[in-house]
């Protein structure tokens, strides 16, 4: 038997008899430099799994400086593919002195029909392969268990009703005799829903009487979500939209109701107490307290497997109410209708899991008399970096009166960025077209995106000018195709995360898509024709690949493993064997992508 490590995938997905198996049935193997380990058209025989050497993979039919299309070292694995389709569609030629272990090509066949994930795996795309790492991370072994598998018809509870014929008094004798805080209300224009706070402001404050009709305090824009979708979308929901309860309805008619502490005890973990935590803060001292636990609850989450996608959306949720909270204790409620307070850069695209720079702005109506603006706004700007929100270092912060101003004077700056096309200028226009609003009058907002597509989405100079931005770092791969090994790591956010982010916000201006996170930019122009469904799905999975690894590195700072280093920087001799495989797939499709954007926009790109 050989003694080889079997520890990362696809070998994870046999059991302990199947790694016997392979143990039992492989050879090693020499190869000496420049020999053509398996012919491009040669039948596929063994699955070489490398112990030590580095092998080049060639498409024998491009010109020789662009044959080498990848490379292979300690820990990886190639020729599964040639088995499976029947002959090698490349060449593999070791690069130095290479020792290989060797399955046989029956030993491979025999364990893909016996253990069908383990054959799967390859032929898995990027999204697949991630998914799988995120299972191997999870904690025991299980991910996505409960919190991501749970649905909703596993929490919900049976909605109780009442006729449109119903009073108040009605209502409140139903919810007393069944302990419940809401009940629905059938009437010809649907299903309400009324509250206990909603009969309670009815009889005290509005001075309605306990006979009236309760169909007079339902509202009917309810908030709905269906059985099949996750628990953890549901939570988001409420988060976004500032409720304690959704409705769920199958065939357009309510059959369940599921209420925040439903859920939260579903999941019965003290870390996603931290969204009622935020809901139940009336102090900003309160406030402050559920707001610097959200790396604890960034660290549950990454634990327990959750897909990186779903937990910035309740992250961006969560911070978006811990923000706008702040901005109700501090603005009086006389400028709310009138002012709208926006995040932007990776904010405003819901993509800051962790607490790193506040970027935010302030839009005012342009008639507004506003005496105390300056004060009021650099004591917001106090008071988020008391919640955990560190200043930006470009002082993009409503403190600054550069980031405050009317209707007019925002149309006004982006006129003269778009017009300038500098660098500086164009970066201030990517960070107000990632903008999203958190408290006020998102109207105002509204208008102001309209205004900014309206300058800048048909200037081709101009989208040019912009998208360059996105070929300025290199991508961290050798020139012949491996992953650069830097002793100090590579920049993911540079490297990888930058090029992705920016040339789908480019394109996004262009088709003047209004949703500001990537991922929900690049469904959009998948949508419009302007991606391959292919691609926007692999150029998601790698922004989450690079996305991950890069907040593995900032959570190990936080616990003082990574103290003084760039939490950019990835060390490639730190990673698994899959990971190593991941991060080099994923680099090369932002290398795709950048060649498409300098097709597209007629930029120099090598």
């Known amino acids: 038997m050989v003694d080889i490590d079997l520890s990362q995938p696809p070998f994870t997905l046999l059991d302990d008899a199947g790694r016997d198996r392979v143990r039992n049935g492989i050879d090693l193997a020499y190869f000496d430099r420049d020999e053509i380990i398996l012919e491009a058209g040669q039948p596929g025989e063994y ?23 990848g490379h292979y070292t300690q820990g990886d694995l190639f020729g599964a593919i040639s088995i499976l389709n029947g002959k090698s569609r490349y060449r593999f030629r070791a690069e ?36 799988l790492l995120t299972e191997q991370r999870a904690e025991g072994g299980v991910t996505m268990a409960g919190f991501m598998l749970a649905r909703v018809g596993e929490c919900m509870r049976e909605p109780l009703c009442v006729g449109p014929e119903a009073s108040i008094a009605d209502a409140v004798t139903t919810l007393r005799d069944s302990h419940a805080d809401s009940l629905l209300v059938r009437s010809d224009q649907g299903a309400g829903m009324v509250t206990k706070t909603d009969l309670l402001n009815a009889l005290v404050l509005e001075g309605k009487s306990q006979g009236q009709p309760v169909l007079d305090v339902a509202h009917f824009e309810l908030i709905t979500v269906t059985p099949a979708q996750y628990l953890f979308e549901a939570l988001v929901i409420m988060t976004r939209h500032k409720v304690e ?30 969204s009622l935590q935020v809901e139940q803060a009336t102090t900003l001292e309160a406030l402050t307290r559920a707001s610097h636990r959200t790396p604890e609850l960034v660290k549950a989450l990454m634990a327990q497997g959750v897909k990186l996608r779903f937990a910035m959306e309740l992250l961006a949720a969560l911070n978006g109410r811990i923000m706008s909270k702040a901005w109700s204790f501090l603005i009086d409620e006389r400028y709310h209708a009138h002012s709208c307070l926006m995040v932007m850069g990776s904010e405003g695209r819901g993509e800051q899991i962790l607490k790193t720079d506040q970027d935010n702005g302030l839009i005012l109506e342009d008639d507004l ?38 209707e007019s004077q925002w149309r006004r700056r982006i006129a003269k960025w778009a017009e ?10 990517a960070i107000i077209l990632d903008s999203h609003a958190v408290a006020g009058n998102p109207a105002l907002l509204d208008r102001l995106r309209e205004a900014l597509f309206a300058q800048c989405s048909g200037d081709e100079l101009l989208l040019s000018y912009f998208a360059r931005a996105a070929l300025r770092f ?19 956010k540079k490297g990888g995360i930058f090029p992705i982010v920016h040339g789908v916000r480019t394109m996004a201006l262009e088709r003047r898509i209004k949703p500001t996170s990537t991922l929900e930019r690049l469904d959009a122009l998948a949508a419009d024709g302007r991606l391959d469904e292919r691609t926007a799905e692999n150029l998601g999975e790698a922004l989450s690949l690079f996305t991950e690894l890069r907040l593995k590195q900032q959570l190990a700072r936080l616990d003082g493993e990574l103290a003084g280093q760039d939490a950019n920087r990835v060390v490639v001799q730190e990673l698994s064997s899959l990971e190593r495989d991941l991060l080099r797939e994923a680099l090369h499709i932002v290398k795709e992508f950048k060649q498409h954007l300098s097709h597209r926009y007629h930029l120099e790109y090598s």
Not at 379 to 394: K, R, S
Request: net charge negative; with cysteine.
């Open 47 to 69: 699955v070489f799994l490398i112990h030590k050497g580095e092998i080049a993979e060639l498409d024998t039919t491009l010109p020789g400086a662009r044959e080498r299309i």
């Open 420 to 429: 300038a096309r500098d660098g500086d200028s164009l970066m201030k226009l």
């Open 96 to 131: 130095q002195e290479s020792l290989c272990y060797l399955l046989p090509k029956s030993l491979f066949l025999a364990l893909c029909d016996d253990y069908p994930p383990f054959a799967e795996f390859f032929r898995q795309t990027l999204a697949h392969k991630t998914r």
């Open 369 to 406: 008399e506003w005496p105390d603006l300056s004060e009021r706004m650099q004591a917001l700007t106090d008071t988020l970096i008391e919640l955990g929100y560190p200043p930006c270092p470009g002082n993009i912060m409503v403190s600054n009166p550069d980031w405050v101003g009317t």
């Open 245 to 274: 309860r959704v409705v769920v309805m199958e065939a357009d008619q309510p059959s369940g109701v599921v209420e925040l502490t439903d859920v939260l005890s579903f999941f019965s973990s003290r870390s996603y107490v931290v």
């Open 474 to 492: 290199s991508t961290p791969l050798t020139l012949f195709g491996s992953l650069k090994k830097p002793q100090h790591g590579i920049d993911i």
